[in-house]
């Protein structure tokens, strides 16, 4: 029981960081970004590289080398975010709704098969892994390095709420995710903060691609095609543009496939996931915590 | 010299001619209406001069200083501010947020304080309120609100549309009578109104627009006695 528990709220934290930078873009942009989850492949693959290019890991450094290794990875997702929302997403602003959706698959496209052009289609055994001792905790065993995991995962979150509640950059991106056209008027540089925005989502994307690169052991270029699915439904799940509900979503997905899985057995766990998605959008489309806005006009 | 220099202003918005030609000034220090039926182009007016849409042909001149083609937020930093129609309040923002948001570009933290505790001491009403969302607001409260938060920016030019739309005679009142205050402490005021009567009262000068041109211009007391004003948007002849 407590290990089924915490195996969906370690998974769960990872669906949450992917989900939440579903939940930005969609909270400024009100675009639906399919590229996400690749951005996290992106990241996996990132994170590969430069841990093959620092020409392996001394033996019992692993964690240590895998912070820093996070950090670079977060700054060039991040950067990837950057440049796909110029790209792809900012002469289309304008346009249609369904252009934008329709243009963010291509992206996704585009990123799946691009990195297999570069890194090949078989897939990669990442150079770290985290394995190592486990521990008794409450009946479940708990190694440290999920442990690790989970705290860089709540660390990032706790950060970005602040950022996003507290601060004058934050202000800005909730003030447009309401209004585009009067923040210009107070002056806001819009452009600049969907920028910004599309940077934190995608090196908090990049971020959990390391991560479970480095837990799960293999990475494939279509690695981010399910997971972006997992995070879009943890997002609708909690409230899609709300960022504690998105994080609340994660986790509750999270712990939903790991007792589904149980009650069900492993092959039925993306049949409930999906299905909990269906649920949502026809039951509560807003998510736990979305927010019907109140407006006197 | 002139605040705001308008000349030979052109707008299209798809197929649509909206500003044909438009010329007008505002003095420094002064309060001007602009009157006109819907459609006449007057909220066009102030979006083109506020950066939100890009004129086809014309010039705005700030304070000597062309901004035409300038981005939004470098026509804030200059000092022109834009009261959007419809008060645009951020509805699920604190009231406390809103101002603060009016203060964007203020980047010394003390100095944004003192600003949204100087609106706080104009409108008490909106002290009162602080930790409320703007969205919960009454009609005349939120445009106080968007005229408080337009203040926070410090602004030498307001440009205000339609800041009497849909409020109760006596919260117009009152609206006008803020208007006049912020004027009287300095701040040029360009504003669009509907509600001429209103508007020409505490107005210096006026101008008329139709079909996306000035079609009169004039001392307020002047055009408030024009028998087509009184004609068209006054409500027939008056005794």
Redesign the interface.
């Known amino acids: 029981m407590s290990q089924l528990i915490w195996n969906g709220l370690f998974v769960g934290s990872f669906y949450a960081l992917v989900a939440l930078g579903y939940t930005m873009v969609y909270g400024v942009m009100k675009l639906l970004n399919f590229a996400h989850g690749d951005l996290y492949m992106l990241g996996a693959f990132t994170g590969f590289a430069v841990l093959g290019a620092a020409g392996g890991v001394p033996p019992g450094m692993a964690l240590p080398a895998l912070l820093g290794v996070l950090v670079v990875t977060m700054a060039v997702t991040g950067l990837a975010g950057v440049a796909l929302e110029r790209v792809a997403y900012r002469p289309l602003r304008a346009a249609p709704r369904l252009s934008l959706l329709i243009t963010a698959v291509g992206a996704s496209f585009a990123l799946e098969y691009g990195m297999r052009a570069v890194a090949g289609a078989e897939p990669r055994v990442y150079p770290v892994r985290l394995g190592g001792s486990a521990a008794e905790v409450l009946g479940a065993r708990i190694t440290v390095q999920q442990i690790a995991l989970v705290v860089v995962a709540v660390l990032l979150m706790t950060g970005l709420n602040l950022l996003v509640t507290r601060t ?1 950059e934050g ?2 991106m ?2 447009i995710a ?2 585009p ?9 819009v452009d600049a903060v969907i920028s910004r925005t599309f940077f934190l989502g995608s090196a908090l994307a990049g971020a959990a691609g390391v991560m479970a690169g480095a837990y799960y052991g293999k990475i494939d270029f279509l690695m981010g095609f399910l997971i972006g699915l997992k995070a879009f439904t943890a997002a609708v799940i909690g409230g899609i543009g709300n960022i504690p509900g998105t994080m609340l979503g994660g986790l509750l997905l999270g712990l939903l496939e790991s007792f589904g899985t149980w009650w069900l057995g492993g092959q039925w766990r993306d049949v409930f996931a999906f299905g909990v998605l269906i649920l949502f959008l026809t039951v509560r489309p807003t998510g736990l915590l979305g ?1 019907r ?5 | 010299m002139a605040a705001l220099e308008i000349d030979g202003l052109d707008v299209h918005y798809g197929g649509v001619h909206a500003l044909r030609g438009l010329t007008l000034t505002v003095g420094e220090g002064e309060v001007v209406a602009l009157l006109g039926n819907n459609g006449a182009g007057k909220t066009t007016t102030l979006s083109a001069v506020s950066g939100l849409v890009r004129p086809s042909a014309g010039t705005v001149v700030f304070m000597g200083r062309d901004i035409t083609r300038a981005r939004p937020e470098a026509i804030v930093r200059a000092g022109l501010v834009h009261v959007p129609e419809g008060r645009r309040v951020f509805s699920t923002l604190t009231v406390h947020e809103n101002l603060q948001l009016g203060g964007h570009l203020v980047r010394d933290q003390a100095e944004l304080r003192r600003r949204v505790e100087r609106v706080y001491a104009l409108l008490p009403r909106l002290a009162e309120r602080r930790t409320q969302q703007g969205g919960t607001l009454s009609g005349g409260e939120q445009q106080m609100l968007a005229i408080g938060r337009a203040l926070v920016s410090g602004p030498r030019l307001l440009l205000l549309d339609e800041p009497s739309m849909g409020l109760a005679p006596l919260v117009v009142a009152s609206v006008m009578d803020l208007i006049r205050r912020i004027n009287a402490e300095g701040v040029t005021v360009l504003l669009v109104e509907q509600n001429a009567k209103a508007a020409l009262k505490i107005a210096h000068r006026g101008y008329v627009i139709e079909d996306g041109r000035c079609a009169l211009g004039g001392p307020a007391a002047e055009l408030a006695g024009d028998p087509r004003v009184v004609e068209a948007y006054l409500g027939g002849a008056r005794p």
Do not use: H, Q
């Open positions: 004058r202000r800005a909730r003030a309401l209004d056209r009067t923040s210009a008027l107070m002056g806001i540089n927010e806005v109140t407006e006197r006009v």
